[in-house]
């Protein structure tokens, strides 16, 4: 089935690590996004990419890194320079054909630093 | 820059009733996308509705609605007949098409608790 599969599910990591989070989908979208969520709040925008070696600062970008060099992935970094980076991180696509342009989710990537 | 304000941290409704969630946003794109999600508490994210901001109509889809006013810049999300499985976070968000194009800004969201 398509979709988009994020790893992994849960990650526990010492501070001062850097530690990256996969996105890989296979709906063919050409837009991928990374979101942080934190308990009860809502989602923030970390990066974004519209084509395949490009991609936009969102609006919380620092500390965090990312790649787009094949269309279906869209890994992200998480350095050590972010520092509070206990989160829940989303990761999203979205197909330029769709109409009304939604995103599709995946299940998302717990990370928690000890 | 584009924003999303969602003012209700959480709301309560009676099962069989419905249930406006309030959405209010702001952008410099004259052409722009509304977008309403569901999360449970699994934390998936569910895509419920849309509204194009040149779109005449109010979208409807099911259950769910979307009370559409420009001017105030306000995008509402109606769920009608709620039921218990609505108990979710709901957020509202916003793609803009032009200068923000391909960004899409989410609100704090509105937890929603039905009552049986």
């Known amino acids: 089935d398509g979709g988009i599969t994020q790893s992994p599910k849960y990650l526990f990591r010492k501070e001062g690590q850097n530690v990256t989070l996969s996105c890989e989908q296979n709906?063919?979208?050409?837009?991928m996004y990374w979101y942080r969520q934190d308990p009860g709040q809502g989602l923030r925008l970390i990066y974004y990419?519209?084509?395949?070696?490009?991609?936009q600062k969102g609006d919380i970008a620092e500390g965090y890194s990312v790649s787009r060099e094949k269309k279906e992935s869209f890994p992200l970094t998480v350095t050590s320079a972010q520092k509070n980076p206990t989160a829940f991180y989303l990761c999203?696509?979205?197909?330029?054909?769709?109409?009304?342009?939604?995103?599709?989710f995946g299940e998302g990537s717990r990370l928690t630093v000890l | 820059a584009q924003k999303i304000t969602q003012t209700q941290p959480g709301m309560f409704v009676q099962e069989k009733e419905a249930v406006t969630l309030d959405c209010t946003y702001d952008?410099?794109?004259?052409?722009?996308?509304l977008f309403w999600y569901k999360q449970p508490s699994s934390g998936e994210m569910i895509f419920l509705i849309y509204?194009?901001?040149?779109?005449?109509q109010n979208a409807t889809e099911g259950r769910y609605s979307l009370n559409f006013q420009k001017a105030r810049k306000s995008a509402n999300l109606v769920i009608s007949a709620s039921q218990l499985g609505d108990s979710a976070m709901y957020f509202c968000a916003m793609r803009g098409f032009n200068t923000n194009a391909g960004k899409s800004t989410f609100g704090d969201g509105t937890t929603l608790t039905v009552k049986p």
């Open positions: 952008t410099s794109d004259p052409s722009y996308g």
């Open positions: 709906l063919n979208h050409d837009a």
């Open positions: 990419s519209q084509i395949v070696n490009d991609f």
């Open positions: 509204q194009g901001s040149y779109d005449q």
């Open positions: 999203a696509s979205r197909g330029e054909a769709a109409n009304t342009g939604e995103l599709f």
